[in-house]
């Protein structure tokens, strides 16, 4: 694992997105008037004097105020003007006071950009910013989710690996070897050189033969959706995977050195943590609640399978208003003169038709379908899904969902095909581009809350910031 240190995280991302102090005037008068209870235009008149070399000046306390009212990206291009703003920005981090809600940035990688250079598109700005991340290269590697602020990627070995972009911290997680159905195949030298992925079930049921695969190829076999969850029971983390054969669940907490199954249930497609239970949907709409606080785990089923298989993307999330939410979404490949660019023959586009939201009626065990969501937004995809407050993110569409392409069979088959992004309106289903294509279709688009939280115990070897 690579290690990196703070000043080669900031050089990396600072590099492209430098801020000099004049650069910054503008975003410290933004919000001074609302610190210190003054008309904007009072001090409208210290901001045409040009007096910006005053600022690195302030008070640190001042100075943390001001920086507590920017987004992650500003704050982190202001930490790297001066030793002054660095010490506001380090003490604020620290000390906890950071709390300012993010609007969520499309990743993605661009072949222009080099290997190990990740994007992020920020929605409010409508502009890209470049970050270099460590080995291995990203562009190397297969995103298999996004949440809270981090990625989870598998390498060329089939090993998954939790990547901060904006920090730059990395953490290996436990070896692919220790999941319930993956043997390692060693050649004569006793070197790991293929794996033998079995495909029984909880039920005690074998429903294939066993496939081997490659160190490399494993990934697009196993792996379907993974996410990081806080663990507010001893303050660390929990990462889900969702895997195959069948989709079923595996987890490990933070000192862990394996991963954990989940039987006996499968076919899921989605996961929440909430309240320290682990809720996991299924493509049948059923909802299982895991309990993974005890030191034995135990499931009860929340929901009952409410609808047969059909060919839709399920999501599971919890509204600001503390409801569950179930998100229907229906992917269909259109006719030939229904597509908006003309690609190869051969290339199949996906593409997203219609999103359906249900509100999970607890006590009576039902989905109450939601018509409008006029003050909200949604986000889907490879990321842990989110449903926003519209009036915290003006700059977003209320009643509107963001979407990426998550169809993780369609996408390991077809990397280099179009992927399936755009905003979609809830009301009538009409669908808009979200920009002009930036993007490499290959490793697929995710959007991500940009997040400087340190993880507090690791499963591998972490960066020091």
């Not at 703070?6 to 610190?35: E, N, T, Y």
């Not at 380090?90 to 969520?104: E, I, N, V």
């Not at 990740?118 to 970050?131: A, D, I, M, P, Q």
């Not at 993780?408 to 294509?437: C, F, H, P, W, Y």
Request: proline share 5%; aromatic share 10%.
């Amino acid at each position: 694992m690579a290690t990196c240190s703070r000043a080669a995280i900031m050089s990396s991302l600072c590099g492209v997105v430098a801020l000099q102090p004049k650069d910054l005037w503008s975003l410290a008068f933004s919000v001074m008037p609302k610190l210190l209870n003054l008309r904007t235009s009072f001090l409208n008149k210290f901001q045409e004097d040009d007096v910006h070399p005053l600022l690195p000046e302030l008070p640190q306390d001042m100075l943390m105020a001001i920086f507590a009212n920017l987004n992650i990206l500003d704050l982190v291009r202001a930490g790297s003007v001066c030793s002054s703003w660095r010490s506001a920005y380090s003490r604020l981090r620290h000390l906890g006071k950071y709390k300012q809600s993010q609007t969520p940035c499309l990743l993605y990688t661009s072949e222009t950009s080099g290997d190990n250079v990740s994007c992020l598109y920020s929605l409010v700005e409508n502009r890209t910013y470049k970050l270099t991340l460590p080995d291995p290269p990203i562009r190397s590697r297969f995103l298999i989710g996004s949440s809270n602020g981090w990625l989870i990627t598998a390498d060329e070995r089939s090993e998954l690996h939790l990547v901060n972009p904006i920090t730059g911290e990395q953490i290996a997680l436990p070896s692919v070897i220790t999941i319930e159905h993956v043997k390692p195949i060693a050649d004569g030298s006793g070197i790991i050189h293929r794996y033998e992925l079995s495909y029984h079930t909880g039920d005690n049921k074998v429903h294939e033969e066993p496939t081997l695969h490659t160190l490399g190829d494993l990934r697009e076999h196993l792996y379907f959706k993974a996410f990081v969850f806080p663990d507010t029971s001893n303050g660390s983390y929990i990462v889900v995977v969702i895997h195959n054969p069948y989709h079923q669940l595996s987890f490990a907490r933070a000192t862990d050195d394996k991963w954990t199954w989940l039987p006996p249930n499968f076919r899921y497609r989605d996961c929440l943590y909430m309240d320290g239970l682990l809720y996991a949907l299924t493509s049948h709409g059923e909802i299982d609640a895991f309990d993974l606080t005890a030191s034995t785990v135990t499931m009860k089923v929340i929901l009952e399978e409410v609808k047969e298989y059909t060919y839709q993307s399920m999501y599971i999330m919890q509204a600001p208003w503390g409801d569950l939410l179930q998100v229907w979404r229906t992917v269909e490949v259109p006719d030939q003169e229904d597509r908006e660019n003309d690609g190869p023959e051969n290339e199949v586009l996906l593409c997203t038709l219609d999103i359906t939201v249900y509100k999970v009626e607890m006590e009576a065990k039902k989905l109450v379908e939601i018509n409008s969501l006029p003050y909200h937004v949604l986000f889907l995809g490879y990321n842990n899904s989110i449903c926003l407050s519209a009036e915290e993110h003006p700059e977003l569409k209320a009643n509107h969902a963001y979407f990426t392409d998550d169809e993780a069979e369609g996408i390991m088959v077809m990397k280099n095909n179009t992927r399936d992004i755009g905003v979609m309106d809830l009301e009538n289903s009409s669908r808009k581009e979200i920009s002009s294509q930036i993007w490499s279709n290959w490793p697929c688009p995710t959007w991500i809350i940009p997040n400087l939280t340190k993880l507090n115990l690791a499963f591998g070897k972490q960066c020091q910031l």
